[in-house]
């Protein structure tokens, strides 16, 4: 385990807090939000979270909403159960310098803004090192300072002096909520009540100039923390400390927008798939839509919100998933169902779309205003970007499976949310803001999109600072992004900006998203596909941790979708579906429960999570991403057809006047032969596009009525372009074999080493097995492994090590409750033990 910025202090009284451990560990973001909510907890003002907040607050001292800081970017004393006790910062501004305020910016994490922020303090200068005189500065020694919350404070003060200090008297405390279901004894809710001194930064003004940026700091050693002391003065953030983000010069004109021509697109219907995983996870997708909420259920917010009196019901819905991002059911519901309508013709599906659409054009108010939160509710939470996205892309999803009303909902509201007063505020008051823009370039690209979509984007929410580090391949500008918290959901930023080339054809963005897909894809891509970075946990270039939950579901999905984006702008670029088939068989599937629901975090060690059914982030985009599963097999450009992923489907599309159909056959991954036959009225012209994966082994040959036409290097497409006839056909064999790849990640075992083994794009689980080491007798080295693995008699896919048949290796996206590993330890043992 990792403890970055934090602080383990000895021998010295009073003792800090020893928090006692929940769950087990860590408690993640979504754990810590769900039991707030749990609690009543009003998360726009976090009010019941804090203690000792003071009187109100004197307007003369509230500058500006500071922007959130990442949890590690603060400084902060460790945490005591007493709260008057001494503690104090000092800034050396190198010599007596002249200056006319001072302002404090504080604590301000997306869930307790204000964190931290001491009770009563003075603050003094001086030029004498040691305080033997000074002149005080600000005084609050002697009452309460009022709660800030997240705002900077500043006070004026007039002086001239070297060294600044401020010093602490009294800690402000605060709750830690505890999970939900866990029952606390009086003495335990004493324990959780701590006090601690927190801080993002202390500027020093002179005329609007801070003189103490990168100005030494030092710290009480005592019940400080000097390692720390340092990030008071840091370097300003890119676009400042505070909120408002409005760039009008963002803005281009619709008149200048040249937008690249896809060479390939999408089929938005006319696949059928014939059995098959992917058959059979969207029939599983189809029961889990229709088995967790009702109707009612998806819609109880919007009514709520348009003051309709709630239905009896037999269940209570989630305070955080459910209540506190209103809405956000009716999207995930919607994502899911919508996409699948598009491939099957479930008459109940359908109906429930069609209920859940009307019933929310039911709520719509006067302005055309459809969400299912309150309009003076858009900051509280996650609304205003994470439920504004999913109720947008769930509408969209039903306006493309053909309910038109879907369609007209979003023009409304949006005509009206285009020119709402708040914008400037969207992008850094709303808890991960960046969220939000995915709504708005989404819309652009349906039949009601309109240039104002993409322009309020440009405007309010465009990160120009952000866009250059990307395109420079930094990794700071991921894993250290410097407003909120790094996340993998900096995904739907990507994909926006994405969204905004393909409509203006500015190379910044294009370059911002090439330089993204490389350091996700070199920095953060597990083994197997998942994405290992996650709020909540510092996660480092290739720091790939086994035992902290990531990969979340949601991640990799956005992950797909940026991949299959730049594949429809780069069809023959092979290396993005190569990405999206990892993430298909070894995050989607795998943590897909059946009918059940889905998993939430890719866990490669240990244990499958056991996958909910309550409206989690994972659920939605893996609803949505299992519905569009046939979407991804084929793809269609103006010369021709390109075979992606290899699954039992059809394909039936218009080309040169007639209805074409291409029939594949296959028990991929299962069996490595793959067998395409057309069905057509009359010959045609075209170009089929075959893949030969990255992982093929060697040179893929193609036959062509049974008679080898073509060959192909791993990474590339096949290009047969021919007259074809009615029943022609095209066979081949997926060359695959394993692949062992030593981990390098973070959680090394001293003396050991671990191996990933994958068959094809598949990831392999030696399941039974956790830490106990494979040991090799006879081998020369960790490869041997593959010429010991024996294929199971009628269970495909799984291997049992002929030296030791209790080691058995199945695949990922198989396992379900037992234990597992995905990267074993193995050892050769030469001399045969």
Not at 588 to 615: C, D, I, M, W
Request: some cysteine; hydrophobic content about 40%.
């Amino acid at each position: 385990m990792r403890h970055e910025g934090s602080c383990e202090v000895l021998e010295r009284a009073p003792q800090p807090v020893h928090r006692p451990q929940l769950s087990g560990g860590r408690v993640n973001r979504r754990e810590f939000v769900t039991a707030a909510a749990c609690m009543g907890s009003p998360l726009s003002a976090f009010a019941d979270f804090q203690l000792n907040r003071g009187s109100a607050m004197p307007s003369g001292i509230r500058d500006e909403r500071m922007a959130p800081s990442v949890g590690w970017s603060v400084y902060k004393t460790p945490s005591f159960q007493k709260a008057d006790l001494e503690t104090w910062i000092q800034l050396d501004l190198g010599s007596p310098r002249t200056f006319d305020a001072i302002r404090l910016l504080p604590s301000n994490n997306f869930l307790s803004p204000g964190d931290g922020f001491p009770v009563r303090f003075f603050i003094e200068c001086s030029n004498d090192p040691m305080f033997h005189e000074g002149q005080r500065l600000v005084d609050y020694s002697l009452r309460d300072h009022p709660f800030p919350e997240d705002w900077i404070m500043k006070y004026p003060c007039g002086a001239q002096a070297r060294y600044v200090r401020l010093t602490v008297t009294r800690l402000r405390a605060k709750v830690i909520p505890p999970l939900i279901g866990l029952q606390l004894s009086e003495e335990m809710k004493h324990l959780l009540q701590v006090h601690l001194f927190a801080l993002s930064r202390v500027e020093v003004l002179a005329h609007g100039v801070d003189l103490a940026i990168l100005r030494p700091v030092t710290a009480d050693p005592t019940f400080g923390d000097p390692r720390q002391a340092q990030q008071l003065t840091r370097v300003p953030r890119p676009q400042g400390e505070g909120v408002l983000t409005d760039y009008a010069v963002n803005v281009t004109a619709e008149s200048t927008w040249r937008g690249p021509t896809p060479l390939a697109r999408s089929p938005l219907s006319g696949v059928a798939l014939h059995g098959g995983l992917f058959n059979r996870a969207l029939e599983d997708n189809v029961r889990y839509l229709l088995q967790s909420y009702t109707v009612d259920d998806l819609l109880l917010q919007f009514r709520e919100r348009a003051g309709q009196s709630r239905p009896p019901s037999s269940r209570t819905p989630d305070p955080f998933w459910e209540e506190d991002l209103g809405g956000s059911n009716a999207g995930r519901f919607l994502m899911g169902a919508g996409n699948t309508l598009r491939w099957l013709n479930h008459v109940e599906l359908r109906k429930r779309v069609d209920e859940v659409v009307r019933g929310i054009s039911d709520c719509k108010q006067s302005n055309g205003y459809v969400m299912g939160y309150p309009e003076d509710t858009f900051f509280v939470s996650e609304r205003g970007a994470y439920v504004r996205s999913w109720t947008t892309l769930g509408l969209i999803a039903a306006g493309t499976a053909g309910f038109e009303l879907a369609f007209q909902l979003l023009r409304g509201y949006y005509d009206w949310f285009n020119d709402r007063p708040y914008l400037a505020q969207a992008l850094r008051r709303c808890i991960q803001g960046g969220q939000g823009m995915i709504a708005n370039t989404s819309l652009y690209f349906t039949p009601v999109g309109r240039a104002a979509d993409l322009q309020v984007v440009q405007r309010y929410f465009q990160e120009n600072y952000w866009l250059e580090a990307l395109a420079r391949d930094r990794p700071d500008a991921i894993w250290q992004y410097p407003y909120d918290r790094p996340h993998a959901y900096l995904l739907t930023d990507v994909l926006a900006y994405l969204d905004l080339y393909r409509a203006t054809g500015e190379e910044r963005y294009r370059n911002a998203v090439r330089g993204a897909w490389a350091l996700f894809h070199d920095n953060w891509e597990n083994v197997g596909g998942s994405i290992s970075i996650i709020e909540g946990i510092r996660c480092p270039p290739k720091s790939h941790f086994l035992y902290e939950r990531l990969g979340e579901t949601c991640a990799s999905a956005f992950w797909m979708l940026l991949n299959h984006q730049l594949h429809l702008l780069s069809p023959k670029e092979e290396k993005y579906v190569n990405e999206i088939e990892k993430s298909v068989y070894n995050v989607l599937l795998a943590n897909q429960g059946g009918a059940t629901g889905f998993r939430y975090h890719t866990q490669l060690v240990g244990r499958k999570e056991a996958p909910t059914h309550s409206n989690t982030c994972c659920e939605g985009q893996g609803t949505r991403l299992v519905g569009s599963l046939p979407e991804f097999i084929f793809s269609i450009a103006d010369e021709g057809i390109f075979v992606n992923l290899f699954e039992a489907s059809t394909l039936a599309v218009r080309w040169a006047g007639q209805e074409i159909r291409l029939e594949m056959v296959t028990r991929f991954p299962l069996e490595d032969g793959v067998h395409m036959k057309w069905r057509l009225a009359a010959p045609v012209s075209l170009t089929l596009y075959i893949r030969v994966p990255s992982w093929a082994s060697q040179e893929m040959g193609i036959d062509v009525n049974g008679e080898r036409v073509a060959s192909g290097s791993p990474g590339s497409y096949v290009a047969l372009e021919r007259d074809w006839h009615d029943s022609d056909t095209v066979s081949f064999t997926l060359p695959r074999d394993f692949r062992l790849s030593k981990y390098v990640g973070a959680d090394q075992i001293e003396g050991q080493s671990r191996y990933a083994l994958e068959y094809g794009p598949v990831l392999m689980a030696a399941v039974d097995q956790v830490e106990a080491p494979i040991n090799l007798p006879g081998a020369r080295g960790p490869n041997d492994i593959v010429g010991m693995l024996t294929p199971v008699k009628d269970q495909p896919l799984h291997f049992t090590l002929s030296i030791d048949g209790s080691v058995r290796f199945v695949p990922y996206f198989e396992v379900s409750t037992e234990f597992f590993t995905c990267l074993p330890i193995i050892r050769a043992s030469p001399l045969g033990f």
